[in-house]
């Protein structure tokens, strides 16, 4: 079977879907329309879809005549906030939201393979299950509903991909451990004593008090956390809620901030070492201190033998994969990894010949190459027949 030539044959079919999709964008958890056009496409195929799943993410599933692994394979379907400043044909034709992700690309690549293997059964052993899910742009996120409502349950393995802007066209990203950071986000609000500069000795200040906490928060990775044990810890935000009041002391304070780790029980020991701090350097000073916490989403971390198993498959099938070090952004798909074992692929998305596809993204200039799709396509054909 030549996985490369099937992947060719549709490739006319997954630049029509993709285009279709691009052009009409839904924001996270208001999919409407995105489930409607993927539930339709699964009926004319005939895969039965999972009742009771929460919102606008489908899960299709397709059992097959011969035992083998129950094997998940997910695509996100939302969209952007963005107005999209391509010159495209088909460009966005909702104001204010895009496709600046690639998620209209990975949703057409999971139904073009459906639709392969429904027309395929011979080589359907065990169950498929694909999830075309809601809101990874958003927090919860939409994974953490899917995992939540039981999908994962009965599954041995699960696969993911995401368009890589950074990547050539052809590559494959096929890396074992973590992969993408948690984050999340946190709030501290410092309160203390207004009054006059000119009785300050009456106030209790909370400007230097934050500063404090801003500047104490700033040291804390290198005595917190290993020196290889990537973390970043940044202060973004810091507000008294008062401008050009010159001779006012304020009496509140917020600092807003963010924090991503790769490894997940070092992101509970910062965040629970941020809350300390915080709130002891508040007490020296007087100050009351309330701390919030804005979970993310965890890390990302692939399974190590399964993928250096498929990077192998990979490769005799003739598709270039190679690693690359972790990136610091966030991904929900995260959820299905801490609950079984999977591999999350990038697929280059980068032609040099075409200089706009080198737009990163969430841009509004955001431009993949739809060769992409092929080469995704290929990546989870080969995945599956490995792991069958």
Known sequence: MNIHEIAEEYREKLVSYRRYLHQNPELSFEEVHTAAWVREHLKELGIPMVEGVRGNSTVGVLKGQQPGPVLLFRADIDALPITEENDLEFRSKV????????????????????????????????????????????????????????????VDYVFSW???????????????????????????YIEGKGGHASTQSHAIDVTSTGALVVTALNQ???????????????????????????????DKMVIEGNVRCLNNET??????????????????????????????????????????????????????AITTPPYMIGEDFAYYLLKKPGTYFNVGSYNPEKSETACLLHNPNFCLDESVMVYAMETLLVTYLEMV
């Open 95 to 154: 104001p204010g939201i895009m496709h600046a992700c690639g998620h209209d690309a990975h949703t057409t690549v999971l139904m073009c393979m459906a639709d392969f293997l429904s027309k395929h059964p011979e080589l359907v052993k065990g169950t498929v299950k694909f999830v075309f899910q809601q809101g990874e742009e958003q927090t919860p996120g939409g994974a953490k509903l899917v995992v939540e409502d039981g999908i994962l349950d009965d």
């Open 267 to 320: 992101a509970e020991r910062i965040i629970k070492r941020i809350q300390e701090v915080s709130e002891q350097i508040c007490a020296a000073k007087n100050c009351k201190c309330r701390f919030v916490r804005l979970p993310g989403y965890p890390a990302l971390i692939n399974d190590e033998a399964l993928t250096d198993r498929l990077s192998d498959a990979l490769k005799r099938n003739g598709i270039h």
């Open 220 to 250: 804390l990775i290198p005595w917190t956390v290993e020196p290889l044990d990537s973390t970043t810890l940044i202060i973004t935000h810091m507000n008294t809620g008062q401008h050009e009041l010159y001779n006012v002391i304020p």
């Open 162 to 188: 995401h368009c890589a802007p950074e990547i050539e066209v052809g590559t494959v990203v096929a890396a074992g451990g973590p992969r993408s950071a948690s984050f999340d986000n946190f709030e501290i």
